[in-house]
T-cell receptor, first 111, second 115 residues
Framework: SQTIHQWPATLVQPVGSPLSLECTVE??????LYWYRQAAGRGLQLLFY??????ISSEVPQNLSASRPQDRQFILSSKKLLLSDSGFYLC??????????FGPGTRLTVL | LAKTTQPISMDSYEGQEVNITCSHN???????ITWYQQFPSQGPRFIIQGYKTKVTNEVASLFIPADRKSSTLSLPRVSLSDTAVYYCLVVLIGDSGAGSYQLTFGKGTKLSVIP
């Protein structure tokens, strides 16, 4: 069966510090991968999606970036965090059909 | 992507049937209606999907009228554990591009089940 992992589960970072969140998927190959952010009291916002290694599409311009160095690895990064980057970050995968499977999420607090 | 509109919140007592209605006036021919459930501090989870008429699974039923401009998620005999946010989405199916698998989440409907 397929599983999706995210780490860390929680993170507290000062403003201006770098960020690296990792997501890995097991049990499937060539998945579509997604990064979402959910700010407090708001819906999920799609940040990036990828259809293959090295292929990244950005939905929202911001100080975040994403990379896909391996087929089942998706990384969300920032060089300098802003206060507005605080939120709940979710990674998801789909096998090419309509259903997306979400990871456990990372709670990021920028102070 | 078709926009969806659903109530911000709903309250229900345990054991009651809950119906959450979603409007999607601009739904396209190849769009499907999909519902996700999200518990606090967890990622959303797929509940049900349909194209027209009625779809039922072990969790919920989905009613879609002939014009497909709205849909109703029905949760039978809710319990406290059904307290969650429910999202209605319109998803394009059948395109081989990843853009068709993008999910646009609104704010959803926060369902609170009261003992």
């Amino acid at each position: 069966s397929q599983t999706i992992h995210q780490w860390p589960a929680t993170l507290v970072q000062p403003v201006g510090s770098p960020l690296s969140l990792e997501c890995t998927v097991e049990g499937t190959s060539n998945p579509n991968l997604y990064w979402y952010r959910q700010a407090a009291g708001r819906g999920l916002q799609l940040l990036f999606y990828s259809v293959g290694i090295g292929q990244i599409s950005s939905e929202v311009p911001q100080n975040l970036s994403a990379s896909r160095p391996q087929d089942r690895q998706f990384i969300l990064s920032s060089k300098k965090l802003l206060l507005s980057d605080s939120g709940f970050y979710l990674c998801a995968w789909s096998g090419g059909n309509n259903e997306q499977f979400f990871g456990p999420g990372t709670r990021l607090t920028v102070l | 992507l078709a926009k969806t509109t659903q109530p911000i919140s709903m309250d229900s007592y345990e054991g009651q049937e809950v119906n959450i209605t979603c409007s999607h006036n601009n739904i396209a021919t190849n769009d499907y209606i999909t519902w996700y459930q999200q518990f606090p501090s967890q990622g959303p989870r797929f509940i049900i999907q349909g194209y027209k008429t009625k779809v039922t699974n072990e969790v919920a039923s989905l009613f879609i009228p002939a014009d497909r401009k709205s849909s109703t998620l029905s949760l039978p005999r809710v319990s406290l554990s059904d307290t969650a946010v429910y999202y209605c989405l319109v998803v394009l199916i059948g395109d081989s591009g990843a853009g068709s698998y993008q999910l646009t989440f609104g704010k959803g409907t926060k369902l609170s089940v009261i003992p």
